[in-house]
């Protein structure tokens, strides 16, 4: 596996565009640091703004473990909108996929995550947020690892 993202600590910088059902997309920038323990426990802190917007900023916490050599992991989520959710991630060759759930949600919200490796410095990610069954706001930015520039 070639990922530098979430399988090495680092600090990476988010830059692209947030769109919402019946709105234009707006501009989204952001940071995401990610840490490893001795013990396989990951901890990763996402802080997403929108410059030029009165839209609230997006702070997330998580926590999440992978074993050696294991391809998939779980995760635990506090995101400052949602609550509190679980999720689990799969790391494939080329991207890592994360899918999650909000605990105790009556809109029954949900989830994803793509990260698509462009080279070790860089990743493409989209994701998307679900109320039900509908789509409710989508991201498409671009991650650039600032650790390795440093």
């Known amino acids: 596996m070639d990922h530098s993202f979430l399988l090495q600590p680092g600090?990476?910088?988010?830059?692209?565009?947030?769109?919402e059902r019946n709105?234009?997309?707006?501009?989204?920038?952001g940071m995401t640091l990610v840490a490893w323990n001795r013990d396989n426990w990951f901890t990763?802190?996402?802080?997403?703004?929108f410059p030029g917007s009165d839209r609230a900023e997006i702070a997330m916490q998580y926590k999440g473990r992978m074993d050696d050599g294991e391809?998939?992991?779980?995760?635990?989520?506090?995101?400052n909108l949602l609550g509190q959710i679980?999720?689990?991630?799969?790391?494939?060759?080329?991207s890592i996929v994360q899918r999650y759930w909000v605990l105790g949600d009556k809109q029954r919200r949900s989830?994803?995550?793509?990260?698509?490796?462009?080279?070790n410095a860089s990743y493409s990610l989209t994701s998307g947020i679900m109320s039900g069954h509908f789509l409710s706001s989508t991201m498409e930015a671009s991650l650039e690892n600032?650790?390795?520039l440093s």
């Open 11 to 19: 600090r990476w910088k988010i830059q692209g565009s947030w769109l």
């Open 23 to 29: 709105e234009m997309p707006i501009s989204v920038k």
């Open 44 to 49: 990763m802190a996402t802080k997403l703004v």
């Open 71 to 79: 391809r998939q992991y779980s995760f635990l989520l506090h995101h």
């Open 86 to 94: 679980e999720g689990e991630g799969w790391i494939g060759l080329s």
């Open 111 to 119: 989830g994803f995550e793509t990260l698509h490796r462009l080279d």
């Open 146 to 148: 600032l650790t390795a």
